[in-house]
Structure formats: structure tokens, C-alpha cells
């Protein structure tokens, strides 16, 4: 069995990823362990918790980081969409991608967006 997605696997995940970010634009994400998160080490970003996903290098735990500024209400800013590593590495990746997260955050602030 070929470890890379076929083109229908990764077209059902881009479809899966669509459906996530158009629930967030509706305010429509359950706001519970499973499918949301407070990024502890970045205040100012969260998480959606998306369906795992099979790459060639085994299967990774999906993530969209997102905020909302202030200046910006009732406005999402998608930042990354990133895969993360099951178990307690991933943790460090996670709490990795939300730092750098809300660094990208940062620089579009510093460019004006507010």
C-alpha cells in the first residue's frame, strides 16, 4: 500500500479543511476539548482541531491557528495551518507553531493591521 494520499484522499481533506474554516466564519466551532483550543502559550491565537491526517511519515495531528484582533471584530485571522506529531512531542510542536503563530500575528500588527 503506497503511503502517499491519493488525489481523492487529499481532496476530501481539502474539502474537510473548507468545511472547518467556513464553520469558524459562522462563529459554528464547538468551543469543547476536541475541537478547539486556547493556546496558553500564545493569548492571542487559538486552535481548530481538524482530522488527523496520513502523511508519508505517519499519521499527524491537523491544526489551523487562527486569532481575533481586536481591531478587526468579528473578524478571523487565519494564521498556519501546520501538522503536529502524536504524543508528547507534538506538544512541543504545537506549543512551537502557536509562539510562531502569534509572531506572524505580530508582524502583520506591525505593518499596520492593528
Same mark, same amino acid.
Given at each position: 500500500m503506497s503511503k502517499i494520499p491519493s488525489a481523492h484522499a487529499k481532496?476530501?481533506?481539502k474539502q474537510e479543511v473548507r468545511s472547518w474554516m467556513r464553520l469558524a466564519e459562522e462563529g459554528?466551532?464547538?468551543?469543547?476539548?476536541? &475541537?478547539?483550543?486556547?493556546?496558553?502559550?500564545?493569548?492571542?491565537?487559538?486552535?481548530?482541531?481538524?482530522?488527523?491526517?496520513?502523511?508519508?511519515?505517519?499519521?499527524? &495531528?491537523?491544526?489551523?491557528?487562527?486569532?481575533?484582533?481586536?481591531?478587526?471584530?468579528?473578524?478571523?485571522?487565519?494564521?498556519?495551518?501546520?501538522?503536529?506529531?502524536p504524543g508528547p512531542i507534538g506538544v512541543k510542536d504545537q506549543d512551537q507553531h502557536a509562539r510562531d503563530s502569534s509572531d506572524l500575528l505580530l508582524r502583520f500588527a506591525n505593518r499596520g493591521f492593528r
Open positions: 481532496a476530501t481533506f459554528r466551532i464547538p468551543q469543547d476539548k476536541d &475541537h478547539w483550543a486556547w493556546m496558553s502559550v500564545a493569548p492571542d491565537v487559538f486552535e481548530i482541531k481538524l482530522p488527523d491526517w496520513r502523511f508519508a511519515g505517519g499519521l499527524m &495531528h491537523v491544526r489551523i491557528y487562527y486569532s481575533e484582533p481586536k481591531a478587526l471584530a468579528s473578524n478571523l485571522v487565519a494564521l498556519r495551518l501546520l501538522a503536529k506529531r
